[in-house]
């Protein structure tokens, strides 16, 4: 019989020994079980996205239940479909998970989220919302996704106090969403200022500054409602705070900053906005009202202007302005600049004016929100009317 210590360091190494093979074949059917969980992916991956028909997916349903080590599954392929634009399978496969009574309140709550996106995505924008109403009230861990997925949905009704009461939530630590709201309180002030209501627009106004002081939409609605009001001081300083936050704005608030210097009969600061924003952008239609200005006392000197900004950077609409300023005793010569001006207004105008720095959308304006991926204030100039300066 062996000694007692012999025996007790024999019972050790057999308890050893045990814990460290149960553990390798714990790990080992761990692994298993991440495998075929990955198989069962693949497989029911591949089989919905290559079967166009809602068979497919009803099929998928049947031949994975759901459990715990699925669900990830379930919630994967479903993404899948909404991304690849078949929101209604997703909605089919999310609903399927929803319905399962075994499901933890944890499950069920990323199951509802992503059901939500589906809606939305089919634009089913008043189910999306009811989904998430209900989230929010009830998760406080999904508060901050389901909240701003529920002020994309109020954005794309253009429900602004709703976006507007959602966001200022989000506001508080989300600086892009101060920006967005600034963006939702200049919607109200528009539609304030269609209606002629000058008073509310301000309120509407003063709320977008408090959101994002350097948004430089709320300065330019500001010079437009101050000018409603006949206040052309006011209308200057709001359009050089504009400018101080988005100096591209200088064409559009070009119009307006004239006319407020033509009620203060301020001729002298008209042509020094002309001479100073030339300086960042040299558009075309900058340099027309400059050399219009000179020529009215000086045409030498204003063909001088256009040909000196041009030299520095050429643009087509900058080549009509200095045909057209051209002057010649040939009637031959003079056909010819007419027929190069019309030639060089159709080029022109097929240029984009504005691309969108997200997503690449042009347009012939300036959008404030991007029509495409709903990006606020991505708008930039582009080439033709206005060209890039060139690499030094």
């Excluded at 068979?55 to 599954?73: G, K, L, Q, Y």
């Excluded at 009704?157 to 959602?166: F, G, Q, T």
């Excluded at 007419?338 to 691309?355: C, E, K, S, V, Y």
């Amino acid at each position: 019989m062996p000694d007692t210590p012999s025996l007790y360091l024999l019972i050790v190494i057999a308890i050893a020994l045990g814990f460290v093979l149960g553990r390798a074949e714990r790990r080992r059917r761990a692994d298993k079980t991440e495998q075929a969980a990955m198989q069962d992916y693949y497989r029911g991956l591949d089989f919905v996205l290559r079967e166009p028909s809602d068979v497919a997916v009803e099929r998928f349903i049947e031949s994975m239940p759901v459990e715990e080590s699925t669900i990830d599954t379930h919630l994967a392929l479903g993404a899948v479909l909404r991304h690849r634009g078949e929101a209604d399978k997703a909605v089919r496969i999310h609903q399927n998970l929803i319905a399962q009574a075994q499901l933890s309140d944890a499950a069920r709550a990323r199951a509802e989220f992503e059901l939500a996106r589906d809606y939305f995505a089919a634009g089913l924008l008043g189910r999306a919302e009811s989904l998430l109403v209900a989230l929010t009230s009830r998760d406080e861990d999904w508060q901050p996704l389901a909240q701003n997925l529920l002020v994309d949905i109020y954005q794309r009704e253009r429900d602004w106090p709703n976006a507007i009461r959602v966001g200022t939530r989000l506001g508080r630590r989300d600086p892009a969403m101060r920006r967005r709201l600034a963006h939702f309180h200049c919607e109200l002030a528009e539609q304030a200022l269609a209606e002629g209501d000058l008073r509310e627009a301000r309120r509407a106004l003063a709320a977008g500054a408090d959101a994002d002081s350097h948004c430089a939409r709320v300065h330019l609605l500001s010079a437009r409602v101050e000018e409603a009001a006949g206040r052309p001081k006011v209308v200057r300083k709001q359009l050089n705070r504009a400018l101080g936050d988005d100096p591209s704005l200088a064409v559009d608030a070009a119009s307006m900053y004239e006319r407020a210097c033509v009620a203060l009969q301020d001729h002298r600061s008209w042509r020094r906005y002309l001479q100073g924003n030339l300086a960042f952008d040299r558009d075309a239609q900058l340099l027309a009202r400059l050399v219009g200005i000179v020529a009215q006392t000086d045409p030498q000197r204003a063909l001088e202007i256009a040909e000196r900004q041009l030299a520095q950077l050429p643009t087509l609409a900058g080549v009509r302005l200095l045909l057209s300023r051209w002057q010649t005793e040939s009637p031959e010569i003079a056909e010819l600049l007419r027929a190069l001006q019309n030639h060089l207004a159709g080029i022109a105008t097929d240029a984009p004016g504005f691309r969108c720095g997200d997503c690449g959308f042009v347009a012939q304006v300036r959008l404030w929100q991007c029509p495409t991926c709903h990006g606020w204030d991505t708008a930039r100039p582009q080439s033709g009317a206005r060209a890039q300066p060139r690499a030094a």
